[in-house]
């Protein structure tokens, strides 16, 4: 065989394969965030009409299970956010009110991994979190994975990352300071949520409540988590499964990342860090999120 055909073989070959080859970026998203649900984790305070509509359009059947556990009156609560959901056209809504010896129950199991729409309401996170045994998390893990729409407010939103904030501090100030006053090794307890988010940390009520401080001291302090979200109130981040994610509502949303030339040191107890991005993104605002990273940052306005 003469050296110009087994060249020309070459290249016919590697042609084939290169045109068979996956786009690189496609191949990412698709192996870090591998979902057919969606997300809407709302901020807390009002619920928009465009948030709420969104919610209800995502789930296939417009069935969802709605669980009001954080809240210390679950049965207000859940009659009257079940009345919100049907107002904007969700066809049924069943409340769950769960008990110590719903856990691990097999007919629970079963109709949470087979939920189409998933809404948590706010509350307590831990409450909500209590009510939920390591096979619970799973069936609605599975849930996600399989095609649902999970939406939830406030502690429903902070329950959507793996890190969840517990709204708790390990070494306060002095009375006369607000809450998280301080940037201080180890100072937001933190504790596990779902897990849908595995490398982004969420916070709500966020420019309201003036929540930077606890979010990057969560972010620096974190070894697993490469980007956090602070979520206002009356605003969301809907994750839909090809990574895309947008800001809807009526403010905004504060999005921080690591670089690659991420740098954390510490100076006793004080945080030291570099080379961290922040994105102030308004409704309508885009990026994509692949599971581990953020790209594609587009900001919304004029």
């Known amino acids: 065989m003469t050296n110009k055909l087994i060249l020309a073989i070459f290249v016919l070959f590697a042609i084939v ?3 068979c080859a996956p786009d690189v970026e496609d191949q990412s998203e698709q192996s870090l965030w591998d979902t057919k649900g969606h997300l809407i984790i709302l901020g807390g305070g009002p619920r928009p009409d465009i948030i709420m509509q969104k919610v209800v359009e995502l789930s296939s059947d417009g069935t969802f299970l709605l669980i009001p556990m954080a809240s210390s009156i679950p049965d207000t609560i859940g009659w009257e956010q079940r009345d919100q959901l049907l107002g904007f056209g969700a066809n049924e809504v069943e409340i769950l009110m769960l008990t110590e010896d719903d856990k691990d129950n097999p007919a629970l199991l079963e109709q949470l991994r087979n939920a189409n729409g998933i809404w948590f309401s706010g509350g307590d996170q831990n409450r909500l979190m209590d009510y939920f045994s390591d096979s ?6 599975e849930a996600f994975k399989n095609g649902a729409v999970v939406a939830g407010t406030s502690a429903g939103a902070a329950v959507q990352s793996r890190t969840m904030i517990t709204g708790d501090e390990s070494q306060p100030l002095s009375d006369r300071f607000s809450p998280f006053s301080q940037i201080t090794k180890d100072n937001v307890i933190t504790s596990e949520g779902f897990g849908f988010l595995n490398s982004m940390v969420i916070d709500q009520h966020f420019i309201r409540r003036n929540r930077l401080n606890r979010l990057i001291n969560v972010l620096i302090d974190s070894s697993d988590d490469v980007a956090a979200a602070g979520i206002d109130e009356a605003t969301a981040l809907w994750f839909a499964p090809n990574g895309r994610v947008e800001v809807i509502g009526e403010s905004q949303v ?5 670089t690659n030339e991420f740098t954390r040191k510490y100076s006793g107890s004080l945080p030291a860090a570099s080379n ?4 102030i993104l308004p409704p309508g605002s885009e990026f994509f999120w692949d599971g581990r990273s953020i790209s594609r940052v587009q900001l919304a306005g004029d």
């Open 17 to 19: 394969i290169w045109g």
């Open 136 to 141: 619970m998390r799973d069936a609605v893990r």
């Open 254 to 258: 504060i999005l921080i990342q690591k």
């Open 276 to 279: 961290l991005k922040m994105h």
